[in-house]
């Protein structure tokens, strides 16, 4: 991708496009693009913290693995987000694994530039800010969920957050055990409650297909928790 692409993609990003055209330019030249797979591992836990994601097409799935091998859905980060800047900014390794939810389209910077950048325009280091902020507001709002929504619940609030970046037809491309990791229950309960919103036409299941049919009803069910 030619720098002047990369500037153009970087101006349409909320994180970078109150910089001005020259820092723009600059930032391009130091950024990379990369495309991936559904399924591609960005990094892991324990890697070293060395560059910032920008997802410029697709969607991020961030999760945190256990000493059992199961792992806990954290977030997801849809197009527009940034990923990767907890390790970036203190140098530490990664606190998490990333993987493509989707086939995605990212700009990658290495911290040494995303730092000097950082340095030089307090406008990027406020913006920033707010994104650490909205992760944290995030966290706390997950905790909430795990303490007062009950299965349904958890369940119709990720189904509508998940349609909210998905196609337009509101078709969900998952499987029941990955629903389960965003959830945080077990396939079986997963599939049970999905099959009786199918049966009163909430939804509608294929093969790795979710597709929600009458979103009012699943947020409704959300409001009455």
Known sequence: ?????KSALL????LFRELGGEVLGRLA?????????????LFAKGDPGDCLFAVVKGAVQVTVPSAEGKNAVVNLIGEGGILGEIALLDGQP????AVAFTDCTLLVIERREFVSLLKSNPDVMLRLLEVLCGRLRRTTEQVEDLMFLDLKGRLAKTLLRLAAMA???GTIEISQSDLGQFVGLSREMINK???VWAREGLIRLDRRRITLLK???LERIVAEE
């Open 215 to 217: 979103s009012g009803a």
């Open 29 to 41: 030249t130091y950024a990379t693009t990369r495309t991936v797979a559904r399924g591609t591992t």
């Open 11 to 14: 101006g349409r990003h909320p």
């Open 193 to 195: 409650q999905l099959q």
């Open 94 to 97: 990664r606190t998490a694994d």
């Open 1 to 5: 991708m030619e720098a002047s692409e």
């Open 167 to 169: 196609k337009p037809d």
